[in-house]
T-cell receptor
Framework: DGGITQSPKYLFRKEGQNVTLSCEQNLNHDAMYWYRQDPGQGLRLIYYSQIVNDFQKGDIAEGYSVSREKKESFPLTVTSAQKNPTAFYLC?????????????FGDGTRLSIL | DAKTTQPPSMDCAEGRAANLPCNHSTISGNEYVYWYRQIHSQGPQYIIHGLKNNETNEMASLIITEDRKSSTLILPHATLRDTAVYYCIVRGPTDSWGKLQFGAGTQVVVTP
């Protein structure tokens, strides 16, 4: 089945530790996105990538880093510089050929601080 | 973005059709209507989208009024697994998908 796979489903971070969240898609989509969702709040864009080897900062990129070495993969690293990392992280992708193509989401990774 | 208005909640009996309304009276001619849902602790799931014609897929049907100011998402035979928050949004060619916001949505509870 085609889709977006995020792993792990739950992740715990210690103080001073960097952690990496995985996002893999087999939909052959060009664009990929990382969002953060906090309780009672909407989606906030962290980073996005329209093409391999290129990515752009979103609204809340500080304390996060990404890479896009392969079309199907867009890992997100939450660094120790992110002081409030506890949140639900969502990866999304979409085909960019037509503007009406919808965005598809993975099932998310819930990150907590130990 | 054109704004949408949805009822905050609705209940539906298992096996019955669920009809979810959405008002989008300021929609522009090139804006599409999209429906997503989010089940608790899961990522948003795309359901269906349309411009002006009615659309149907394996999950649902989308009925758009002739004046395009409102639409209805129909889940033909609701199951307990359809309990979720359903979001109606409209997006056009100038809307950035990175600025996606869902609003409050409709909490649908399917009961046995």
């Amino acid at each position: 089945d085609g889709g977006i796979t995020q792993s792990p489903k739950y992740l715990f971070r210690k103080e001073g530790q960097n952690v990496t969240l995985s996002c893999e898609q087999n939909l052959n989509h060009d664009a990929m996105y990382w969002y953060r969702q906090d309780p009672g709040q909407g989606l906030r864009l962290i980073y996005y990538s329209q093409i391999v080897n290129d990515f752009q900062k979103g609204d809340i990129a500080e304390g996060y880093s990404v890479s896009r070495e392969k079309k199907e993969s867009f890992p997100l690293t939450v660094t120790s510089a992110q002081k409030n990392p506890t949140a639900f992280y969502l990866c999304a992708s979409r085909e960019t050929g037509k503007y009406n193509q919808p965005q598809h989401f993975g099932d998310g990774t819930r990150l907590s601080i130990l | 973005d054109a704004k949408t208005t949805q009822p905050p909640s609705m209940d539906c009996a298992e096996g019955r059709a669920a009809n979810l309304p959405c008002n989008h009276s300021t929609i522009s001619g090139n804006e599409y209507v999209y429906w997503y849902r989010q089940i608790h602790s899961q990522g948003p799931q795309y359901i269906i989208h349309g411009l002006k014609n009615n659309e149907t897929n394996e999950m649902a049907s989308l009925i758009i009024t002739e004046d395009r100011k409102s639409s209805t998402l129909i889940l033909p035979h609701a199951t307990l697994r359809d309990t979720a928050v359903y979001y109606c949004i409209v997006r056009g060619p100038t809307d950035s998908w990175g600025k996606l916001q869902f609003g409050a949505g409709t909490q649908v509870v399917v009961t046995p």
